[in-house]
Each structure stands twice: as structure tokens, then as C-alpha cells.
């Protein structure tokens, strides 16, 4: 409980602009015992891209949760969605010599360096959730995104019948997750010839510039059917927006299975949201740190599976 504590101080802090600095100017958060660290003791450093949508703030309170549980020390820092503070980060990290590091980057290829100072400087490094373009990453633990964006796609044109006009809410240009969710919504657009996407916008996860960007689309578009969202917490900045012009009728549809977005699928708000198990993601991307510090075989890649939710079996996710 300690840690889930001071993981949400730390979100509200950076949020309001408060968070605790390190001499790169971002914000940071130590997870582990407050005596002088043993020697014996796994110490690993952990870069988020930012923390102001659900996905990263489930993933890092579920990683403090079993980093205590198995008695591994974590450096936790916010990149604040910005590149170039993610590469300060990390090179911070090798100056306080960390066993390993782990990566969750705004950008694919601008943190391409992150690895590669990382392996240079003999520490072993991973990336989670989100692809970074450089094969000297030592794994990857994550969901199959353009799987995640067939589902979005399939399951909009089915509740529209096959038939109507769609818009897509992206996640920041040219993060993994926004490339490859729009090419599954791509590939599965091409199964129906009678689904038209009027717009493509990002609004880089963020419920507030979704609903900037879904307020122009209804103003402009005399018929729109459905909004497609690339997060759930732009889908539920979309749902405010729809909520307030009276537009019942709208499917939308997310990712990520955010409590609120599970929330909104049980009350209608939502067609669906894909589940990604941040909880899942965490814990095997700790253990991977692990093994591979310890001199164990890892592979390249873990795959978490994706899970579709609607309101037939939204009830057993909220009970989790």
C-alpha cells in the first residue's frame, strides 16, 4: 500500500506541476527500503513517458506493488511525453550504475539512443507497451497493437451493421502504439467497403484534446456514426463531448480497459474497450530484468494477450 501511495502522490504532483526533481528537471519518485541500499539488492531504473493516462498510472503502481513484493529496488521517472528528457533519464540511470532499466518511450525512434547508451554502458535493457526502433533492445514485453486495431475496427463496423461513417482518435504521431493501432484499423478496413473514415486526428491520449478534436468533427460532419479512439481516455473525452450534444447514438470505442472506460461500457456510453493487462505487463517485464541480470535465457518478445470487453462481460473486469 506504501507504494501504490506514493505512486499517486507522485501522479497528482506531476500534474500539478509539484513533482520532486532530479538535476535533468523531471519528475521522479524512489520505490524501495529508505535505509542505504544493499549491495545484494536488485536496483532498477524506469522511464514512463508520462503519466497522465490511465494505461501508465495502473502500469506503475502495479510494478511498485511487485517490486515490493520481490524485494527489488525501482528509480521511477515521469519523461513528461517529451524524448530528449527520457534519453536524460536514462543516462542518469548509468551514472548511478542501475542493474537495468526499463523503457516505456514517447517516441520509437527519437529514443533509439536510450538503448544504445544503455548496452554500451553494459546494462541490460527493456521496452514495455510501447516499441522502440533498435534491435539491441535485450526484450520486449508488450500487447499486439494492430491486433488492437482490428478489434476496434471490427467491432465498430459490426455494431454499425456493416455500414456508416467513422472517425479515429490517435495516439501521439509515430509513438509504436498509434502507428501500428491505425494500421490494424487500416487492414480491417478493407473488409468493409461500406465503412468510410471521414477524419484521422490525434489527440496524443489525451481525454481533453480528444474532446477539442471531437467537438470540431461533430460541428463539421452532418452524419457521423462512430468515433474510434487509439486510448480509452480519449474515447472518454469523446463521450463527454458526446454526452453534452446529445448524441446517444454514437459508438465509441477505446483501448486499454481503464476503470472509468469499463464504467462507461456497463452504463452504455461505450461500445467496448480493449483490455490491456497493465498488471500482467508489469510483473513480466520485472521478471525478464531479472533473469537477465541473473544470467538467464530470455526471448526477444512477450506477448500479453488482448482481451475484448462489452457489456455482456464488462461486470467481471469491474470486479477485479
Known sequence: MRHRIGILLLVLCLLAGCGASDQNGSGTISQ????PRDDNSLCIGITLYGLENDYMVRFATAVADYAEEQGIELELYAGNYDASTQIRQVEQMIEDQLDGII??????????????????????IISVNTRVANDRLTSYIGSNDTEAGEILLRETAEALGGKG????????IGQSAQV????????????????????????????????????????????????????????????????????DDLVIVGV???????????????????????????????????????????????????????KENVTEYLEK
Open 180 to 247: 501500428e493501432r491505425r494500421n490494424g484499423i487500416q487492414q480491417e478496413l478493407q473488409k468493409y467497403e461500406d465503412i468510410q473514415v471521414l477524419s484521422c486526428k490525434t489527440a496524443n491520449w489525451s481525454g481533453l484534446e480528444a474532446q477539442v478534436v471531437v467537438q470540431k468533427w461533430l460541428n463539421t460532419f452532418e452524419e457521423l456514426d462512430a468515433i474510434i479512439a487509439e486510448n480509452d481516455s480519449m474515447a472518454l473525452g469523446a463521450v463527454d463531448v458526446a454526452e453534452k450534444q446529445g448524441k
Open 256 to 310: 486499454d480497459g481503464s476503470q472509468e472506460a469499463l464504467e462507461a461500457v456497463q452504463q452504455g456510453k461505450m461500445q467496448m474497450t480493449v483490455f490491456q493487462n497493465a498488471e500482467a505487463q508489469a510483473e513480466t517485464a520485472l521478471n525478464v530484468i531479472r533473469d537477465t541480470i541473473a544470467g538467464k535465457p530470455v526471448e526477444s518478445a512477450y506477448w500479453i494477450p488482448l482481451e475484448v470487453v462489452t
Open 103 to 124: 523503457l516505456i518511450p514517447q517516441s520509437s525512434a527519437d529514443c533509439v539512443s536510450c538503448v544504445d547508451k544503455a548496452v554500451e554502458a553494459g546494462i541490460p
Open 32 to 35: 524501495g527500503s529508505s535505509e
Open 165 to 172: 461513417t467513422v472517425a479515429v482518435l490517435e495516439g501521439p
